[in-house]
């Protein structure tokens, strides 16, 4: 293990796993990880191991064929796979989020068909809840469910998509009437859907089209797509929970786990960019010594390892208090804008002390530099988290006047 991030209290069973997932990334992704991301290309081989390794189902239960394993366990994992490779953390990410609002909201039948084959990778998993005109204003959807006998049959454009292509199973939030009059509040309107499709491009199953992947600034190998549904029909029995109008709740409990799962990848990019720039700056010379000698350089990496620590503490922490049982949506959103913005200074930090070799596709920086940027958007935006951790502290600091 690095020094840096060190977590305390883990027990041998942790520790095993961490060890065994680090030495992963050190021999399996890292050494490939900037050449398939050039190419824009998936990485299968690396998949393939995750799946050997049983990281698919770290979090599902024992009694399905998963691990079992805590929130902390699984975000701890994650930061170390995107240490590696943000994507490859991102491929996991919304397996997880749907295996775990499975578990969570799924009816047994739904969970009895699904878990035992997402804990071995053979079900893999997507996540959708954005439109084209959406952002932020998740009320605002327009794609729907409507009833037709013992099916409902969907209609809508979603988007952002990761895992579009790959997965087999896709969790979409769509609006539903059924049993909601109007003037019902948007929120309670809500209805999860779960849609199983082939994997692949164009049309996957009649009425529904996946049509090709999102060409992207970084974040690159995974697939990021649209997915429109015109005239799909699934039975009354892929509605998770079984119950409609329950959809907003369940997205968001998805949502608030995503986001310990965001704060890791910015941990763990983090982290490789403090590795990168600290290695570096013993090497560079100038001026007869090297550049990690000179004041300035010493300054600037003080403060991202400070800024590695502080997010890593933030993130367990938000961590541990989901796995207590407790809410935590006010620790999940302060841990992903920390770990976020943090990674995105310790990575520009990194980029700077390489100097012009930093503009080199040559170095690794350059790929940590364009993959940054988008954890600030994942699972809501900086101001989303904000408007989170500000709501809640005047719910827990309440004026008593």
Not at 53 to 81: D, W
Not at 157 to 169: A, E, F, I, V
Not at 191 to 207: A, D, I, N, Q, Y
């Amino acid at each position: 293990m690095t020094r840096l991030a060190q977590t305390a209290g883990l027990n041998d069973v942790q520790r095993e796993i961490l060890s065994t997932v680090r030495d992963f990334v050190d021999k399996e992704i890292i050494p490939v990880a900037t050449q398939l991301e050039h190419r824009d290309e998936y990485p299968a081989q690396i998949v393939e191991g995750l799946k050997e390794l049983g990281l698919f189902g770290l979090m599902i239960p024992e009694e399905y064929g998963g691990l079992g394993e805590s929130l902390l366990t699984y975000a701890l994992c994650v930061e170390e796979i995107a240490r590696g490779w943000m994507s490859v953390s991102g491929i996991i990410n919304t397996h997880f989020i749907v295996a775990y609002m499975l578990k969570q909201h799924g009816t047994q039948e739904q969970k009895d068909t699904f878990l035992p084959r997402m804990a071995l990778g053979e079900v893999r998993g997507a996540f959708s809840m954005s439109e084209p005109a959406l952002g932020s204003d998740v009320a605002a959807i327009t794609s729907k469910g409507i009833r037709d006998g013992e099916e409902y049959v969907l209609n809508g454009q979603k988007m952002w998509l990761t895992n579009g292509g790959t997965s087999t199973l896709v969790a979409v939030l769509c609006k539903s009437d059924e049993g909601h009059p109007e003037g019902t509040p948007p929120h309670k309107s809500m209805t999860t859907f779960l849609v199983e499709k082939e994997p692949g491009f164009g049309e996957v199953r009649p009425g529904l089209t996946i049509p090709g992947k999102i060409d992207k600034m970084g974040y690159k190998g995974v697939d990021t797509t649209e997915l429109i549904m015109d005239g799909l029909r699934i039975p009354a029995n892929r509605v998770l929970g079984g119950t409609t109008g329950r959809g907003f709740y369940q997205m968001m409990d998805g949502v608030e786990v995503g986001r310990v799962n965001v704060a890791a990848r910015g941990c763990g990019v983090a982290q490789r960019a403090f590795e990168l720039g600290v290695s570096y700056a013993q090497q560079r010379q100038t001026f007869g010594k090297p550049i990690a000698q000179h004041q300035a350089i010493q300054f600037k990496l003080a403060e991202m390892a400070t800024k590695v620590e502080a997010a890593h503490a933030m993130m367990v922490n938000a961590a541990r208090k989901k796995d207590s049982g407790e809410r935590n949506d006010l620790e999940a959103g302060m841990a992903k804008y920390l770990a976020s913005e943090y990674c995105k200074e310790v990575v520009e930090d990194a980029f700077r002390i390489h100097g012009g070799y930093g503009f080199s596709k040559e170095y690794e920086i350059e790929r940590l530099y364009r993959e940054a940027p988008m954890l600030l958007i994942g699972e809501g935006t900086a101001e989303i988290q904000k408007m989170i951790i500000g709501r809640r502290l005047l719910e827990e600091y309440r004026f008593q006047g």
